[in-house]
Each structure stands twice: as C-alpha cells, then as structure tokens.
C-alpha cells in the first residue's frame, strides 16, 4: 500500500508543475501575467520572422509559440525557461528539409510537422533514460561564454532593423557588421530614432518607475513615436516599417506522416534537431537559472521538450525548443514562475484572434530596440570578470565558447565548450595529486601533514591520491611512484592513504597490483587506507583485495600505523632516532579504543 507521502511524490514526478504551485501566489501571479503579455508582443513579429526563416507559411510561427510553449512549461523544470521557435532551430531545419522538399508548400510542411513528431520521440525516450546527466558537461564557464556570445548576435541580427539598412539575409555575424560598416550612410535617421526611444524609454523606465513593466513601456513609447512619424512624413520618408497585419486563426489540427519511409528519410536530421534543440534548450535554461538562482533537472528538461513538439505536432507547431530572446525577457520581466510562459501562450491565441490587426502600428524598429536591451540584459559582466580572473582554463573554455557563438552556428559553439572542458578536465584528472603524508611531532596527537621539513620514517612512505585512479591516469602514477621506489628503495613499504580515490578502473586495479609486487619483491609490502566502496568494489571483481590480502586494508590510520610497524625491521627501528611514530621505540601493542583516535 502506498502511503500519501508516496502518492505525492509520484505525482510529483509526473506532474512537474505541482512542484512550484505554491509559488503561485497573488503576487506573483500579477507578475507573471505581466510578463506573459510582454512575451506575447514579443513573440509577434519574430513568430512571423522566424517561420520565414524556416520555410514555413509565416502563421507557423506563431503555431509554433503557442501550445509548444505551453506544454513545456507546464512540463520542464526551469521556471523561466519559453519554448518555441528560434532563429537557430529554423535555419537547421531549413537546411535539413529543403533538400527534399520546396520550402512554402505544404509537402514541406508535412515534412516539418512529422519531423517536429520524431523529433518530439527522441527527446521524451531520453529524459525516460535519464539521459539528462549529458548537460552537465556544459560547464558554467561555456554557458557564460555562450550566452554572451548569443546575446550579441541577437543585437547584431537586429541591425537591419535598428538601422534600417537592407542587410541580405543569411549572414554572419561578421558579415553584419561588415556591410553594417560600409553602408552605414544608408541608415535611416529616423529608423535608428525609434529603436533608440524604445531603448531608452525601457532603461528609463526600468531604473525609475519599476513597478511599471519596462518592456511594455519601451514598445508603447517607440510605437507611438513610428506613428506620429509616419503621419507626419509619411513612411516612404522615414523608411519605419511596420510589422503589418497578422492573420486571425488557431492552430489547426494537424497529422504527422507516418510512413516508413518518411521516417527513414527523416531519421539523420531528426537525431541532429533533437541533439541542437535539447543543447540549446538546457543550455538556455542553465544560464538563466544563473541568475536566479534555480536548479536545473536536465531529465524533467528533457521530458518538457520532447511533450511540448510531440504534442506540437498535431497542432501545426513545427521543432521548438528554449528561446534566448524570449526566456531573457521573460526573466527580466519579472516572471516568477512558468505560469507566465503559459499566461503567453494563451494570450498569443487570444491577440492573435482579437487584435492582430493592431500590430500593424508596431514597428520594427521598436522591437529591434527591446531586443538590443534584452541582449545587453543578457550578458552576464561580473561573472565574465570572476572566470577571467580565476582561471586561465575556464576563461579560456568561455572565451572560445563565446568566439564559437559569434563566428560558428550556435550549436557548434556549445559542443565547441563542451570539447574543450572536457579537455582541460581529463588533462587534470590525468595527474592526480599525490603527496607524502608525515606526523606533526609538534602536535599532541601527531596529526598527519603534508610537510617537506618533517623526517619521514625510513622504512615507510606514506602517500596520499587526490584523485580516481582510472585509465586516464595510471601512466602518470605509474611513473610517479616508480621514481619513488628509486628514490628511497630503504623505504620497502607503502601505505596509501586513498579516502580521496573516488573510483577505481580495471586499469586502476592492475596499476595497484604492479606496485603490491614491486613492493613485495623489495622485500616490503603495500596496504591502503580507507579506501571507498565503490573503488573496493572492482577491486574484490578483479581478485586484487584477495591479492593485497584483506588485512591490508584499514579504516583508522592509528591501527594501520601500528599494525604496519610489527612488519618493520626491527634492527632499524631500534638504531633509528627520528622517534616518527608513537609506536617508535616500544613495541607495538593491540589497539586499544583510545589509540583509536584517528589522526586527520
């Protein structure tokens, strides 16, 4: 029988969302609300954009912000985590499908909805698997880096409408501020004035009348400034665009193809989609969590995604994941919970039905502006200052990962930091730490130190490993204690403290064995001090423990220390001055409950 504590916890699990309803209260609800309605201005003109990018009819791309974004967070883990399409996600997918397909028709539609279905599949079977373990290899260092490197780019693709320059679509970063810098003659004055306004009425706004959203206020401000413009001059002097009129229409209902074939043709990009979109997703939501200081359940993340595009599927939504425009407003808007990324969806449905009209008299260049700001919001400053200054390897990861972003596709820039942390980390755990341990005479209990001064015992070396002995590592400790037994052969004994080896391969295991015999053909012997169950564990699988022999092993360094000294040579012990042990100059006696005392 399951106890109500059970039935909670299970409903917990399948019901993420019943983990932060209490976050909803009154207050937070208010603001939540308020950020649901700036997410949903947002996502108007870059729903449109973003389908355009992708290939798709431009309504698709607000099919793709409404119920993806509610399923995933309602389903996910991050609180401030939107979902839905991304500039990223749609050039993948365009690439992927107009090979077979001509993008616009509905062939190509139905190719992108059954994709958005695999893909869906993919990433719901691996938070099943509880693959979600695979995101923290994205070190803090590389979301850092990747989010700053993100942030730019978004202000950089926004140039053609901050300035109101006709950039060619498709470029890179370098190739935006290439032309940026050749045609800058060709800006519109008037164009670069409402981005600014709406730029600086949202800072203004924010640093002042803070209970007042800071967004809402820069798009009204920039909006009403387009107009009184375009009224006065007209728009073919001023050159500001508007967004113009979007259609009046749910979702419709939608059938993924099903089909064998379909599957098969799809399988490659749908693997490569699910790879980019979870990557960018998690990595989106880990860098936000940074500042708010949430943790982040890579598997629930998982599960959130692959519902919200299974479940998108038959809903018109093509592939959505985590959006960085979207998800930093979102945040900045003072969301507090993922209430207000379904409060976006619903009311996207609603303006979409009753006002889309009205976005007719939203001009581009005020969304340019808001955009600059929520990119400038994004990089994260004292944190880039702490890594630069803290270490060479991680700033190195950040700055790489952040170069990556800027010059490559996004998704290469993060498997780039990932790469290269991974890198500087097996380089380190190759080398593991290892150090002679001696007794303090000065202290009453002698505690054990790592001091060069102190007068080591003749016959035994003390050694301590900060690190797993695994297959990354044995030919660096091999070497390491080959010199040692060059270096001192009178010390024919080893005792290895191992409380810091937190796992042991099979390359680890015949390592130790190497030494066992080499020690024991010097006529000495080896024993290990609290070693840890997990590296015992292979040890007992490989015949090792059986080999040192059990009563090699110990668990308090006062009995190793003096089980160890009835093995010295006792001529040596006797002509020996430096006294190191307690047991030195008597013999050594049973362990009594006060001997006990372990030394640290």
Known sequence: MLNSIDVRLRLRRLLPFLRWQSRVTRENLRDDAMAGLTGAIIVLPQGVAFATIAGMPPEYGLYASM?????????GSSWHLVSGPTTAASIVMFSALSPHAIPGTMDYVSLAITLTFM?????LLMGFFRLGSLVNF???SVIVG?????AILIATKQAKNFFGLDIPPGGHFHDIIIYCFNHITEAHPLVSAVALVTLGAGLLVKKYIPKIPY???ALVAGSIVAVVLNLILGEEVTGIEMVGALPRSLPPLST????LSVFKELAPAALAMT???LTEAVSIARSISLRSGQAIEGNQEFIGQGLSNLVGSFFSAYVATGSFNRSGANYDAGAKTPLSAVIAGVLLILIVLAVAPLTAYLPK?????LLFLVAWRLIDFPQIRLILRASKNEASVMILTFLGALFLELEFAILLGVTLSLMFYLSRTSKPRIVPRVPDPSTSDRRFTTGSKLLECPQLKILRIDDSLYFGAVAYVREILKRIREHYPEQKHLLIFSESINQVDVAGSELLAEELHARREMGGDMYLYQLKDSATDVMEKTGLVDDIGRNHFYDSKASAINSIYNKLDRSICDTCENRIFRECGRMAMPVTPTDEKDES
């Open 67 to 75: 119920v993806p974004a509610i399923i995933a967070a309602l389903f």
């Open 146 to 150: 990747f989010t700053a490197g993100a």
């Open 365 to 369: 260049a005020a969304m340019a502006g």
């Open 256 to 259: 993924p193809d099903f089909s």
């Open 215 to 217: 967004m809402i206020a």
């Open 138 to 140: 994205i070190s803090h």
């Open 119 to 123: 893909v869906g599949i993919i990433q």
């Open 275 to 277: 790879l980019f979109a």
